[in-house]
């Protein structure tokens, strides 16, 4: 699924994100990650440092299913918030090149199966929602 203009621009414009994992026993871990959006396709890739130690890595190689949440507070008065959330799998990656230099060779690569926003686009308010 690729990422419509307005999403794409609010993604690039943040710059952190809460990623949920499932773990082999069921419970559920919700991590902040850096992240960046893989235009060509169509993803949301993590890195980090020593991130094929970390559980997130693990649960993935067990679990793909995924949750990542993208949003920021814009305003207190009058309350404004915006953001996105993405509901898909995702694959924990060995062996590629970094997205940033001192970032480890593991990556987890998101693909969205459903994107819901808020607040992203002042032209059409409201929450939105489409399947891949």
Known sequence: MRFTET??????SQPLARLATVAPDG?????PVGF???TELGT???GGFNLGRSKKYANILSNPMVGVV????????????R????RGTAQALADVDPPRPGMSRELI??????IISWGIDPDHPGHHARNS
């Open 7 to 12: 999403e794409s621009d609010y993604l690039n």
């Open 36 to 38: 960046f959006v893989n």
């Open 83 to 86: 953001g996105i959330e993405l």
């Open 109 to 114: 690569r998101v693909t969205p199966r459903r």
């Open 27 to 31: 419970t559920v871990q919700n991590s």
């Open 44 to 46: 949301i890739d993590i």
């Open 70 to 81: 993208i949003d920021d507070l814009v305003s207190r008065d009058p309350w404004t918030v």
